[in-house]
């Protein structure tokens, strides 16, 4: 469990006190702190107390606290523990308890062996309901939801509620095959399971572990902008087919751009891994270790053509929207909408952008904005990418109110953030 303390301060809160301070003067409240608590499940991988689970989970928390059961207290023994690493843009998150002896810990399969049927167990506290099991089969793999840029998800119709989040993915082996994360409900108000759940591979966490044990996680960087090949392009660049990434821009002094990389190129492959769309492209690409040189296969003007690159560090302030100053006064971090996600949502041309994270009690937050909204438009202008999200944000001043359409689902709504002034 995790308690994150919260001063009071909200519109409620200020109209108490001017009642307070108007009919009761002598009576004069000291600030009033909240704590907020919430629960989640993780796993122990090495017997000296490292555990995994979401990052979500531990987001924000002034306070992390693991309990194990006995079989009959789901918290006979609780420690303390602290965050070594959490990593959002996969929702992984390790944190360590001191302990006098060693703990038993759970084997970690291979996620790449999965079938599509093949049945599983997600094990965790689903609403404080504490271990629970509940068995169901991969549905698919591979999923992009938008929750993050490295999207890979294990789907599954094993029941994972909220609580579930971080608790261990089972193959009947008793292997951890994945790390529960996120469940779907139809963009109505229900928070329950209807068949859907969401886990990431293992794999994705083994490749950063290491990274996550030394407390930063280091990615393989090109540093360009891509987008899907779509019939039209197809069409218009006579390519063979649409999968690839088709290259829309090149970060000056990148390692794209230092080995020759061009706007139009379409990227068909990578290190010798074919390249299927542009969300495939940066996981294949975060995965390989800063400094290793690597091949790209690229289609240039309808002729397959083979360059070597240098692959770089994503750097930690790289300038894109979803960290950029104004995006994190927001309270919001957005990106690309995914084409898999546009179609899914009826989003023709892959337009707008999706919101990956929100910040509790930041202003996006406030407004009504949730992770998985995609952005369409802004004081009634469209926004196709980042870029024109970018400026219309940026137009806006202080203490103005900015108007957002919204889809949720399949659901069109407005929200309005209110910009604070003198900022």
Known sequence: STKQKIKAGGPSDERMREYYDRFFPWHKEAPREQVRQSLGSGFVVESDGYILTNSHVVAQADEIIVSFGDGHDARAKEYPAKLIAADPKTDIALIKIDVSKKLPTISLGDSSKLQVGEQVMAIGNPFGFAQSVTVGVVSAKGRVIGAGPYDDFIQTDASINPGNSGGPLLNTRGEVVGINSAIYTGGGMARGNIGIGFAIP?????????????????RGWLGVAITNVTKELQDAMSLPDTKGALVSQVIENSPAEKSGVKRYDVITGFNGEKVLSSSHLPR????????TKAELEIIRDGKAISISVNVGEMPAERKRLAESKRSEDLGMVVENIPAQLAERMGIKGASGVVVTSVAPGGLAGTAGAIAGDVIMEINKKKVRNIGEYESEISSAKPGDSVLMLVRRGRNDLLLVLKLPKGK
């Open 202 to 218: 293992i794999d994705s966490v083994k490749a950063i572990y290491d990274d996550l044990k030394k407390g930063k996680v280091k």
């Open 284 to 291: 294949i690409v975060a995965a390989i270790k800063p400094g």
